[in-house]
């Protein structure tokens, strides 16, 4: 508690003797005989008059006054004697070093020397170590609290686009279910280019560290055919496969697609700056080549910008000037589609719903969680 400042109390005064009740005559005053040495004086009534001894001070308040008062000189003065003891030792070490140092030969110089500025980086990076890791506390937090209000206010979570679990689910759909969400979906398109009606030239794929052996087939296959074996053979959901499709090219829904769509169905190795890859070229490839490709991402994730389980700055625009924001990825699925779509999409891209925000807005990740939870529901699901 903060100590009172209230007035000290002022010592309380003795009131002077009041005068007797009774005559108000003044009482003749008697001549008395000097006292003999040895023998008291008497009062007025005859009673001999024993002087008060004078009382000693109390020995108990000045014995707690005195501590009181001397304790803190004495703690001060058993302070200083500590300094000094201090002071002294590190002159004595200090002229220890300086005789070493003028004795000393050059390579002991040298040894010291280095010995010394050995312990000032070592001083200094333990500053810096504790320095980041006080920063890089308060940017997590920041960045998950960013998080929970953009679930909040848009249903996006930045760091939590689709669960492990759905996306890696290769047996979620299979063929039959695939072709007969296709029809659905593609009803309006009647012509023989459309996706649902439309088969297209295969290969075999020989097994490797990503996916399994694909045999392919003579006479080619049909899109359902192609997304179920996909994503069996590399363990991708057909979901996250078709609602790719959609994102990339809309062509789960076209009326009237073109060549190119199906040449880039899935965007594979088509950067924002330049041509697709040939090599990447056609329907087929395009599938089962990002199928494959997640699986790749999954093995070498530490050779790309973005990792799940840490804190990651993810840019809004491919335009450096647009900026980020420190996004915490909390899964693999979550990474890959940032390696895929190195983007995120601004306040303006979410606030827009599936429109348009502004010139930094970007929606490939936004539109992703759009389609795929009108479609199967919720990404986040485990």
């Known amino acids: 508690m903060a100590a009172s400042k209230g007035t000290p109390r002022k010592p309380r005064r003795t009131s002077p003797a009041q005068p007797t009740s009774g005559s108000t005559r003044p009482t003749a005053q008697r001549r008395t005989k000097p006292a003999k040495p040895g023998t008291a004086a008497r009062s007025g009534n005859g009673a001999a008059a024993k002087s008060a001894p004078t009382k000693p001070p109390s020995a108990k308040r000045t014995s707690a006054k005195s501590t009181a008062k001397r304790t803190p000189r004495r703690a001060t003065f058993a302070s200083r004697i500590a300094d000094r003891r201090q002071q002294s030792r590190a002159r004595r070490s200090f002229a220890t070093l300086a005789a070493r140092w003028k004795g000393g030969s050059g390579v002991e110089r040298a040894t010291m020397a280095a010995f010394g500025a050995l312990a000032a980086v070592v001083a200094i990076a333990l500053v810096v170590a504790i ?218 891209a979410l606030a827009a719903g599936a429109g348009e925000g502004d010139d930094c807005s970007t929606y490939g990740n936004r539109n992703f969680s759009i389609i795929y939870s009108n479609w199967f529901g919720d990404p986040r699901a485990a």
């Open 131 to 348: 320095g980041n890791v006080i920063t890089g506390h308060v940017e997590l937090s920041e960045a998950k609290a960013r998080q929970v209000e953009l679930t909040e206010a848009y249903d996006f979570n930045p760091g939590d686009i689709i669960s492990d679990g759905q996306f890696f689910d290769g047996d979620a759909m299979d063929e039959a279910q695939v072709q007969a969400f296709l029809d659905e979906q593609g009803a309006a398109c009647t012509k023989d280019s459309c996706l649902r009606a439309r088969r297209f030239k295969v290969e075999r794929r020989a097994a490797n560290d990503y996916c399994r052996e694909y045999p392919g087939a003579k006479n080619g296959q049909s899109a359902a055919a192609i997304i179920t074996a996909a994503a069996q053979a590399c363990d991708v959901s057909p979901k996250v496969l078709l609602t790719m499709l959609q994102k990339e090219q809309q062509l789960v829904t076209a009326t009237n697609p073109k060549e190119f769509q199906f040449t880039s169905a899935m965007g594979l190795s088509c950067p924002d700056d330049d041509h697709c890859d040939p090599e990447y070229a056609g329907f087929f490839r395009q599938v089962f080549g990002s199928a494959e490709r997640y699986q790749y991402y999954v093995r070498h994730e530490d050779r790309y910008g973005f990792h799940a389980g840490r804190l990651n700055f993810v840019r809004f625009n491919p335009d450096v000037a647009c900026g980020g924001a420190n996004v915490y990825i909390e899964n693999k699925a979550t990474a890959l589609l940032y390696i895929y779509t190195p983007y995120q999409p601004n306040d303006a």
